[in-house]
């Protein structure tokens, strides 16, 4: 393989990963277009979930996996219950939130992201991951495999969101 079609190849894979990434946060904001921030704010199911939650949530875990890329493990806080309840709170829309806010937070967390996707100097770059109940100790993830656990959670998401828009209002987003 020469370089140039190495550097092609590179270029594709990040555009692919974008493309992908970019439609599912869509779907996430479209899913949620035309609320009011009561509605976004609503429990319709026996689920904790909200709409502003899960939009909350989505966007605040973007923004931990982008550092990640960048700075590795340090980026997440030591797992204990302190932080297992900062967790929890990034599903809740606060009171002095605005679905407008979430929404804009969403837009500039997902330039970040893009840029470094676009220009981080290899998508092979790892870093071990934090210790948390739901990582394999000493497990290690690619810049690579950092944005495909993005878009997946993302996606993941919007179809939550999906299933809560329509029980508040009857709109569908997905189908």
């Known amino acids: 393989m020469t370089s140039t079609e190495t550097t ?26 035309g609320l009011t921030d009561e509605q976004a704010r609503l429990r319709p199911t026996v689920s904790e979930l909200t709409l502003g939650g899960l ?21 997440f806080p030591a797992f204990d219950e302190s932080t297992a309840e900062e967790w929890a709170a990034e599903f809740v829309m606060g009171p002095h939130e605005t679905l407008a ?32 109940p739901w990582f394999t100790p000493g497990a290690r993830w ?10 997946a959670e993302t996606a993941q998401h919007a179809g939550h969101a999906d299933v809560l828009r329509e029980t508040i209002d009857g709109q569908k987003s997905m189908g």
């Open 8 to 33: 092609t190849a590179v270029a594709a894979e990040r555009a692919d990963l974008l493309e992908s990434l970019t439609k599912h946060r869509w779907w996430l904001a479209h899913t949620v277009h």
């Open 55 to 75: 939009l909350k949530h989505v966007t605040a875990m973007e923004r931990m996996w982008a550092e990640f890329m960048v700075t590795g493990p340090t980026t």
């Open 101 to 132: 806010g979430l929404l804009a937070d969403q837009a500039a967390v997902a330039v970040r992201t893009d840029e470094l996707v676009r220009t981080l100097p290899s998508l092979d770059v790892a870093h071990e991951l934090p210790p948390a």
């Open 142 to 151: 690619s810049a690579r495999r950092v944005v495909l656990h993005v878009i």
